[in-house]
């Protein structure tokens, strides 16, 4: 202030000096030009009305001096210049004032930046002064209102004391009545209302933060999800002196959230999201379902699906993978394998495309997996019977032409031997001929035979009754080392074949199980009746859905490995060593059953022995079906068994396991599966309490069905046990490998076959 004072001062003593010198000579603008000093001492007071009246002061002085100054100029010329001077004294006083406006407007501004700074901080708590903000009621209310997210404040031991405007606006409710807590049951979702209570009581219990999702009713009804966090305010002795905590409305990402979840869940495939900046994977449900392996484990690492690729197939998956991503394409498309939990191997086919920035580099990757295993297996067992059949046809032409030069080659053999001219060293010759031309018509007939062009004469049959009949024949050809035994069902209904290429085909069956016991062994025919539907069909190319008549031959032999039985029905092919075995038994067996309308199914494990059964369709006449209708009838409906239990599948094939999934399933039981007996045994102990074991007999792991369900009634004593086989119970039990009063359903088996069983067990178990 005093140097403002000091600039009036020395304008005025400027004005009059330059008077009082105007005053004494006769100049005129010069001493008009002077008064600007007095001017721009006036403006640096930073007075704008001393500014103007200085300038007033200034105009009036010139204008005096006009007539109290020295003669000695000509009046024009001085009054001239006095009038420019005055022109310029405006112009400068007027450009000053304008100056001092703008500096006394920033000046303002400054100043009230400076009080809007102090009362921030004001605002802000600090680590001395946590209640800094609800000193200042009125400042702290005004910027809580403006905030469009619901916050609240609470004293020390939890009584809510202040709710911001953004509450009331939502729930149309005075902001009194919702502090007074009197409208809260019927703000918060009914089935949300103890589960708040209760996180807020722990929260003010246990003096900490906390977080809930729970759903708030609007001020139209409509109940919306909101994000509910909580933190206390203590001071600097770490006490506890206000609560304050806020609401953020998330019910739209919610629904969306929800809305994805539920789309990813609809599709069978296994789908991810890599987000490769922050390298973290997200996985959808359809990995478990897949592969058996939970969602939390697949995304705990992105390298979790890179640890489960087939070692084989790792680098060229990853190859395929990083050069999508570097090479600036968008989509991959690619087949791997893949191991699942149970240890058994996927055949995977993935899609998946890039998301990019805006430079192009891979920001995220989205990929889904189809499990086509089944698929290629079907596949190639519809490849292995359109290659039979392939081979078939070519075999049907060649034995067809074969027949007709062996036709000559037989009658000119005959002729020689008729030729009385032949002398006694020809005459073996002829006999050779005549062995090697008959050996190859036989030859030719099981070529005919796989072909399915060999001449058939069908009829109606008992083929419980030609079995018997056949019984020496096989007894003759097999030796007394192996055991013999015959099992055949009751009622059989009749079937449409050629009873003397039947004979031949299970003579041959006979003749293989014999050379597969080079020991002593069993030999075990059976003969019994099953209805196939449309489930068994899918894991049998060439099945069809029906009633059929079943003929297994079972041995305890040396069994096949699973190469051996992908080219068991093939022409030719034989393990037998060279000149005991023409490869053509089972190519004949699987051609003559084939003509007649049925199929062929082989079982076997290496060391376990081998069941071929042989399935011929029951015939449309009703009189033929008479044995079924009364099979039937108790079977209909979905009768409870054993209650709406809990089942534990165990079986090591995947597609006999998801078949028996769909089955139990369908009669109402909830279902647990594993491939193997240590996965079956974890799952037990995990479970409370489980109703039936359902297990095949023979797995891959070392541990077998028995032994399993041994282990398993250690864990719960009362639990229920079926097995499953390939194998016939009958050949199960000559190989010692279940006890008498087990229960066995033989492969393949439909649902009322399962039906049946279990109702068996519900007899047994009611009747002990």
Known sequence: MQHRRVFKVGSIFGALLILLLDAATPLGFTHGDLYLLSIILAALSGNRRFLIAMTVVSIVFIIAGSFISAAGLPFAYWASNRTISILEICLIAGLCAYIMRRIHGLRDDINALAVSRQTLQNLIPTPDDPLAPFQHPQQFQLFADAIPQIIWTATSDGRIDYINRALDQFTGQSRETLIAGQLLSTLIHPDDLSQLRARWLDAVQH??????????????????????????????????????????????????????????????????????????????????????????EMMAKPSSWTERLHPEDREQALATIYQTLNSGRERHHYQYRFVRKDGSIAIVQEHGFVIRDKEGVAIRLIAGMTDITQKRQLEEQLSHAQRLQTVGELTGGVAHDFNNLLTVIQGNAELLKEDSTLN?????????????????????????????????????????????????????????????????????????????????????????????????????????????????????????????VTISVSDTGTGMSADVQARAFDPFFTTKTYGQGSGLGLSMVYGFIRQSGGHVSLYSEPDNGTTVRMYLPVGSDPTTLSGLSSRQDHLSGNDVVLGTGKVLLVEDEPLVRHYAEKQFKALGFETLSAANGSDALTLMQQTDHVDLLFTDVMMGDGMNGPELAKAAKKLQPDLHVLFTSGYTRNAMLRQGRLQPDTHLLSKPWRRDDLLEKLKAMQQDSAGS
């Open 207 to 296: 003096k900490d933060s906390y977080d809930l999702e729970c759903r708030v009713r609007r001020h139209d009804g409509a109940w919306r999800w909101h994000l509910l966090q909580g933190a206390p305010v203590r001071d600097g002795d770490g006490n506890i002196v206000k609560w304050s905590g806020s609401a953020i409305d998330i019910h739209d990402i919610r629904v969306y959230a929800e809305r994805f979840e539920h789309v990813t869940k609809a599709t069978v495939d296994a789908i991810s999201d890599w987000d490769i900046q922050a390298d973290q994977i997200w996985w959808n449900q359809g990995v478990t379902n897949l592969f058996g392996y939970s969602r939390e």
């Open 424 to 548: 006694a060293d020809q005459q073996p010759l002829v006999d050779m001929i005549n062995d090697a031309s008959q050996r190859a018509a036989d030859l030719v007939q099981r070529l005919l035979a796989f072909a399915r062009k060999q001449p058939l004469t069908p009829k109606a049959t008992d083929i419980a009754s030609l079995i018997r009949d056949i019984q020496p024949l096989v007894r003759q050809a097999v030796p007394e080392r192996i055991t013999i035994n015959l099992i055949t069902e009751p009622e059989l209904p009749m079937v449409t074949i050629d009873p003397p290429q039947f004979e031949s085909a299970v003579l041959n069956l006979c003749l293989n199980a014999r050379d597969a016991m080079p020991g002593q062994g069993k030999l075990l025919l059976e003969v019994g009746h099953c209805e196939l539907d449309s489930d068994n069909t899918e894991l049998h190319a060439e099945a069809r859905a029906g009633h059929y």
